[in-house]
């Protein structure tokens, strides 16, 4: 399962970066593999653990904030590994180049 998802706290007075890293530092100790975008995170795994995380996410954000948004977008097809890279990865091949800018 491929998950995109964005945990957005809400109410806050200040910036959310230090908020936003909570929930980053619980996919990274998850062990799953994910990547981190500049509105959104996306992590593929089993469907269990991967909802789970986003959960984790989600209930930490709600100790932090009195109010949390979460979407989630969710890709699963049975059998399917790699997807992370590989869907990238398969666009590029088509247009014959790297697509990411930085």
């Known amino acids: ?3 995109d998802f964005a945990v957005v706290p809400m ?4 910036g959310v970066k230090e908020l936003v890293a909570e ?7 998850s062990g ?3 990547k981190l975008g500049a509105m959104h995170t996306t992590i593929e795994g ?4 991967v909802m789970d995380v986003i959960l984790r996410c989600h209930r930490r ?12 977008t969710i890709d ?6 790699g997807r992370l890279e590989g869907k ?3 666009v590029e091949q088509v247009l014959a180049k790297p697509l990411s800018r930085v």
Do not use: N, W
């Open 1 to 3: 399962m491929l998950a």
């Open 11 to 14: 109410g806050v007075a200040v």
């Open 23 to 29: 929930a980053v530092r619980i996919v990274d100790e």
């Open 32 to 34: 799953l593999s994910y």
């Open 46 to 49: 089993d469907s269990d653990r």
């Open 61 to 72: 954000m709600l100790e932090l904030a009195p109010r949390v948004l979460t979407s989630i």
């Open 76 to 81: 699963d097809r049975r059998g399917a590994t």
């Open 88 to 90: 990238v990865r398969d």
